[in-house]
């Protein structure tokens, strides 16, 4: 049996993997040989298997006010141990500069983070490592005249064939002083870490994305956004990352068709994604939760439950550890509510109204250069050395 020092190898090695990242980083300037069994690919990727398996938790973004008023974003990580939660220091232009700065996905410990612009940043904040994306593979103008475009939606993802992480990009062409809600025709383009570059693909997009509160989801291969198809009718628009393709989701039939009063939420629940619906104003809000049991399937969305009327609660934000919900308060605070109790419980985090987004996170090693993509299978034990 090899030794390291007075311990087994085995045994080096599992301590190692129960280590937080900040102290890998740390343990990397030891020695040489430390460094290349901490920047291992293999070694990378068992220490994700092991923060999914055991410490999973809320990354939430929201806006600070400064004491000269003006807004400022702020990460913190919320842990299910006793509600604790750390802020995050990430040193990002973008992120100091932009208070409207939209968090879109997680991918292995990588964020995504845009201004729906011209920004693109993918970030790890456990490293502390981030990078942002270069320019648009698609012209900045339309060969069409008078057609003006946009980017649309964003989404961010991994693709499990190709053991890598993707960004997709929907830019629409909408006609100069038209009085149409919908545009003219719309592109996407796939930006790879495998490759670093953008690509367009010929592809249809089935639906228009427009805006709901906590709706963007990746979930199952695929990101989801709120949408309207041709035929004016809500659905959910979904983008697999590993083919490439859309797909077209149908609200639950029950649904009352545009009632605009309504706000509607997707969330990820027990590994079914769920969507919740609820007033768009009132002091007393109920939320009715729907659950997509068969994915794909309209027929088997089923309304779980009705949670409420709660009191100045705003919006859902993410469902933890199963049985709690986090929710925006009206006021700007954070609430849990536990499902089997039905007890809301405010958590010490405050920011400005509006300004909360959340994912299920892990920390991680990997690299937001793509330079360690998560392995395919095999005995990822064995490092050769």
């Known amino acids: 049996m090899e030794v390291i020092g007075d311990l087994p190898r085995e045994l080096f090695l599992e301590i190692l993997l129960r280590l937080p990242v900040e102290s890998l980083m740390r343990c990397k300037c030891v020695c040489k040989y430390w460094y290349a069994l901490i920047s291992n690919p293999k070694f990378i990727e068992l220490h994700l298997k092991y923060n999914c398996n055991n410490n999973v938790c809320v990354l939430l973004k929201r806006c600070l006010l400064t004491c000269l008023g003006e807004k400022e974003n702020m990460l913190s990580l919320v842990c299910s141990s006793g509600f604790s939660f750390v802020n995050l220091d990430v040193d ?33 904040p456990a490293t502390r490592e981030s990078m942002v994306l270069p320019e648009s593979s698609l012209p900045c103008y339309s060969s069409i005249l008078n057609l003006i475009p946009q980017t649309s939606a964003l989404g961010f993802g991994y693709d499990a064939k190709a053991h890598h992480c993707k960004v997709v990009r929907i830019v629409s062409y909408w006609e100069e002083q038209s009085w149409s809600d919908l545009p003219h025709h719309s592109r996407v383009e796939v930006y790879s870490l495998a490759t670093g570059s953008w690509k367009e693909i010929d592809v249809k997009v089935p639906a228009h994305v427009w805006y709901s509160p906590c709706f963007e989801t990746y979930f199952n291969g695929a990101f989801h956004w709120y949408a309207i198809d041709n035929n004016r009718n809500e659905v959910i628009l979904s983008f697999h990352m590993g083919n490439e393709e859309f797909q077209v989701i149908p609200m639950p039939s029950d649904l009352p068709l545009y009632d605009y009063s309504m706000c509607r939420s997707l969330l990820v629940w027990n590994g079914c994604i769920a969507l919740v619906v609820y007033p768009r104003k009132g002091i007393e809000k109920s939320f009715e939760i729907y659950v997509m049991k068969e994915y794909g399937a309209r027929e088997s969305w089923t309304k779980i439950l009705t949670v409420g009327p709660l009191t100045k609660v705003e919006m859902p934000l993410a469902f933890w550890k199963n049985d709690e919900i986090l929710m925006e308060g009206s006021d700007g605070l954070v609430v849990s509510y536990n499902l089997k109790n039905q007890e809301l419980k405010d958590l010490p985090i405050y920011g400005v109204p509006k300004s909360f987004a959340t994912l299920v996170y892990v920390n991680s090693l990997v690299s937001v250069k793509g330079g360690n993509q998560m392995l395919d299978g095999g005995d990822n034990t064995d490092f050769g050395w």
């Open 92 to 124: 990002l232009s973008l992120y100091k500069k932009e208070p409207c700065l939209q968090l879109l996905g997680h991918c292995d410990g990588i964020i995504c983070l845009s201004n729906y612009r011209d920004d693109i940043v993918l970030c790890n």
